[in-house]
Nanobody, 122 residues
Framework: QVQLVESGGGLVQPGGSLRLSCATS????????MGWYRQAPGKERELVAV????????VYADSVKGRFTITRDNAKNTMYLQMNSLKPEDTANYYC???????????????WGQGTQVTVSS
């Protein structure tokens, strides 16, 4: 069973920075991609950024381009999200997602973490 654990959320002032981490555990054979999603109260969950594991390139939502950077540590199967110039509208619960195989010949499946709260407020 694959588990994802997010960390690094908290309260920060507008213009501040936070770094989120998503650590994986369990038997992972291969990761196709991992991503960060967020959900604010009363809103639908939205994609923030995704990273394609083999090449390491990131794709971003327009709302975070130039402010957020997604990276990964291949050896640790861990993903990060560096968030700079944070705005109040970035306030949300941030979720980690992995599209991964647990064994050769298995099917890719989606896995989710429990989320970490990010609050941007003065």
């Amino acid at each position: 069973q694959v588990q994802l654990v997010e960390s690094g959320g908290g309260l920060v002032q507008p213009g501040g920075s936070l770094r989120l981490s998503c650590a994986t555990s369990g038997s992972i054979f291969r990761i196709n991609k991992m991503g960060w999603y967020r959900q604010a109260p009363g809103k639908e969950r939205e994609l923030v950024a995704v990273i394609y594991w083999s090449v390491g390139n990131g794709v971003y939502a327009d709302s975070v381009k130039g402010r957020f950077t997604i990276t990964r540590d291949n050896a640790k199967n861990t993903m990060y999200l560096q968030m700079n110039s944070l705005k109040p509208e970035d306030t949300a619960n941030y979720y980690c997602n992995a599209d991964a195989l647990v064994a050769a010949g298995a099917r890719y499946r989606d896995y989710w973490g429990q989320g970490t709260q990010v609050t941007v407020s003065s």
